[in-house]
């Protein structure tokens, strides 16, 4: 049996059939889009193609928001920035968001829960 493969094996070059196609390299290396870094997952054309226009995807990957957070930078760079209308791509771009750049996921492979962080000592001697 095998299910979920497509949806689980995003490490080669397979990408999902449901992503449009919009840059000529789409090399999928770790489930990182290789040349923007972005993570390979649903609504990733959508973002390479509203979303890197003017910045790098740097801007994306070294940022994480809540679902609410994220529409406020969409709204935010709509208001001053001259970002157009996402129209009905934005909940799929905001989906792509929520799910890879949340607070919970700064590592995909790292899960912060479980961790148990403890307090530098200061002032030790
Ligand atoms: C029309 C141009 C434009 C497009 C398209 C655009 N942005 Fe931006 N964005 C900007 C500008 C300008 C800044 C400010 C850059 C800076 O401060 O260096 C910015 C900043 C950001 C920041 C940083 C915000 C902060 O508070 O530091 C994020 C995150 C971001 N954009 C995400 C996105 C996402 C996600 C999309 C796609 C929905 C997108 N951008 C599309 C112009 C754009």
Redesign the pocket.
């Known amino acids: 049996m095998v299910k979920n493969l497509q949806k689980d094996n995003l490490n080669g070059d397979q990408i999902p059939e449901k992503m449009v196609q919009v840059s000529d390299n789409e090399e999928i290396r770790d489930s990182i889009h290789v040349v923007t870094g972005l993570i390979a997952d649903e609504g990733l054309n959508l973002?390479i193609a509203?979303?890197t226009?003017?910045?790098s995807a740097q801007?994306?990957t070294q940022?994480r928001a809540t679902k609410e957070g994220w529409v406020r930078?969409?709204r935010w760079?709509q208001e001053t920035?001259?970002?157009w209308d996402?129209g009905e791509s934005e909940e799929a771009?905001v989906n792509y968001?929520t799910k890879n750049y949340s607070p919970e996921h700064w590592g995909r492979r790292m899960p912060l829960k479980g961790i148990e962080w403890y307090e530098l000592e200061e002032g030790e001697n």
Request: proline fraction near 0%.
């Open positions: 973002v509203h979303c226009g003017c910045h801007l994306i940022n930078v969409i760079m920035q001259n970002l996402l771009i968001l």
